[in-house]
């Protein structure tokens, strides 16, 4: 079973900068997506940004440039650097990754990312 440890989350300044990081226990799978979601108290988790190989990120409108999204494949990792943070980023972040052959998806645990002054 992929384990999936996310870090990078606290709290910053509008305008702030974090950056997440992902790192699974093994490769998920020879063909596969890695990216984020964000669940906002009393909202549904959304997609964030994605990312399949070396091909290009899809983002959110929301967060599109802003937000960059990369890999490291050699190290089965996946990083989001958010910069101009907001308060409405604040959500609990979690990292996501799909084997794209079996169609299995796995989740992190989430990170807290709380934008406030």
């Known amino acids: 079973q992929v384990q999936l440890v996310e870090s990078g989350g606290g709290l910053v300044q509008p305008g702030g900068s974090l950056r997440l990081s992902c790192t699974a226990s093994?490769?998920?799978?020879?063909?596969?997506?890695m990216g984020w979601y964000r669940q906002a108290p009393g909202k549904q988790r959304e997609f964030v940004a994605s990312r399949i190989g070396g091909r290009d990120p899809r983002y959110a409108d929301s967060v599109e440039g802003r937000f960059t999204i990369s890999r490291d494949n050699a190290k089965n990792a996946v990083y989001l650097q958010m910069n101009n943070l907001q308060p409405e980023d604040t959500a609990v972040y979690f990292c996501h990754a799909r084997n794209l052959f079996l169609v299995r998806d796995y989740w992190g645990q989430g990170t807290q990312v709380t934008v406030s002054s």
């Open positions: 093994e490769r998920v799978g020879s063909s596969n997506l």
